[in-house]
Every structure is written in structure tokens, then in C-alpha cells.
């Protein structure tokens, strides 16, 4: 497949997506089966399936943390399936933000320096984008907290600064693993409303999810099961003029 085959305005695709993990002689595992999925820019799609069903194998691939066994995966206009390690790693720093459930942030480092954490590893210099990493903090509603530690921080803040930080390079998607898995209800439900308005501004989520609430927020759900797609749901319609909010130029 060409990338002038793609999807209009499709900002994600996967064309016979495969993942197979060989574990021994006597044991592979075909955790995708061929998967088709499209996801257009300024989407909001939840991944809903049990345990096995390929849905963490899926957000791994989209986000280029792996290759995939067969198949094609476009980012943009980019068949990324192809490339190489460095290749990926430029693709991850540049293109996706990433928000997890154990929000994976650095408890040597400040509020500021988790938030900065993903340039550092672009080699590019702190001091051009210090301005930016204020702004995202403050965006979140932690910019009394720069200087603050995670262990000085809630659960909930703690994910906020997971947040900022998937934001700081300006990615064309931002991908979440069970991001309010261990918030409690109300706190999982501000996370939920920031997720929103990143949406609201134009960001692509791609969210997996094993709870129904969660799920409701997005605009497609789409439920695997054995390394397929076994069904979508479509909540609500894409918008097609997104708000001008969390966009840094």
C-alpha cells in the first residue's frame, strides 16, 4: 500500500496489521491477526478488550515501541513498519506523547525536569523551550509545583505531569495506557476532563481502556478480541473544525 492509498485525513492507519511472538518451539503467539484501522486526525478512539486480545500489542506498535511481523502502519504519510530502530526512536520523540498508567515519571527530577524530560532526549538545549515547559505546567494546573518532587505530589498530579510532559514536543498523536487505572474516581475523572480538551484542541487520542466511563468520552471504541478487531462503536461524529487549545508553536 502508497501513501496515496491512504484514508483522507488519516492520521493513523494499519493495513493487515500482524504481531507474532515466537517463544519457543512449541509456543507462538499471533497477538494481531491482521488488523485494519484507520483513525483521522483530531480523533478521539478508545481500545476496549480482555486480557490477550492484542489491544496493549496494538498501542505498542502505534507508538513504535515495536515492529510489527507483517503488515503496514502509516503515521501520517509514513509507512513507519519499515524503518529502523533509530528511525522509530525519531519518529517517538518527534511525532507521539505517551501517557501511562504508572505515569513512569523520574522521582530524581522536579515537576519541570519530568516535564522536559522527552527534549533531553532529543539533545536539543533546555533554555529555548524552559518558557514552553512553564506554560504546559501551568496548563495542567501545577505551575506552583515546578520545584516539587513525585513523591511530593498526588497520584493525580503525578499524571497531570505525565500529561505536560506528552505535550512538550507538539506530537501529532498522544497515545494512553489505562490512564486513570490507579487514580481514584474523582481524580481519574479530572484526568479524563484534561484528555478531553486536548481532544477539543485538535490532538489525536488513541486511549485503551478497560473501563465503560472511560470509553464513553471518545468518539469510536473499538473492541478486540484474538488479535482482531471484533467490533466498533461510534459514540459520536469527529469534529471538523477543532478548538484552537494546547497548540505551541
Not at 503467539?29 to 496493549?56: C, E, F, H, W
Not at 519499515?82 to 522509530?88: E, R, S, T
Not at 499524571?159 to 487514580?183: F, H, K, M, W, Y
Request: hydrophobic fraction near 35%; proline fraction near 4%.
Amino acid at each position: 500500500m502508497t501513501a496515496s492509498a491512504l484514508q483522507p485525513n488519516a492520521m493513523i492507519q494499519t493495513v493487515g496489521l500482524e504481531k507474532t511472538y515466537v517463544l519457543g518451539a512449541e509456543n507462538i503467539v499471533r497477538a494481531l491477526r491482521g488488523v485494519d484501522l484507520a483513525v483521522t486526525q483530531g480523533s478521539y478512539v478508545a481500545i476496549m478488550g480482555p486480557s490477550g486480545s492484542g489491544k496493549s500489542t496494538m498501542l505498542n506498535l502505534l507508538g513504535c515501541l515495536d515492529r510489527p511481523s507483517g503488515g503496514s502502519y502509516f503515521l501520517g504519510a509514513e509507512d513507519v513498519s519499515q524503518m529502523d530502530d533509530d528511525a522509530l526512536s525519531e519518529v517517538r520523540g518527534r511525532r507521539i506523547g505517551f501517557i501511562f498508567q504508572s505515569y513512569n515519571l523520574i522521582a530524581q527530577l522536579t515537576v519541570l525536569e519530568n516535564i522536559q524530560v522527552p527534549l533531553v532526549y532529543q539533545g536539543v538545549d533546555l533554555r529555548d523551550y524552559e518558557e514552553r515547559c512553564q506554560e504546559l505546567a501551568r496548563l495542567v494546573g501545577l505551575d506552583d509545583r515546578l520545584d516539587h518532587r513525585p513523591n511530593q505530589l498526588s497520584g493525580g498530579q503525578q499524571q497531570r505531569v505525565a500529561v505536560a510532559r506528552s505535550l512538550v514536543n507538539d506530537p501529532l498523536i498522544i497515545l494512553a495506557d489505562e490512564p486513570t487505572g490507579n487514580l481514584d474516581s474523582k481524580t481519574g475523572r479530572e484526568v479524563l476532563d484534561l484528555i478531553d480538551r486536548l481532544n477539543r484542541g485538535g490532538k489525536t487520542i488513541v486511549l485503551v481502556t478497560h473501563d465503560d466511563h472511560v470509553a464513553e468520552r471518545a468518539h469510536r471504541v473499538i473492541h478486540m478480541k484474538d488479535g482482531r478487531i471484533d467490533r466498533e462503536v461510534v459514540n459520536r461524529p469527529v469534529p471538523e473544525t477543532p478548538e484552537a487549545t494546547f497548540h505551541h508553536e
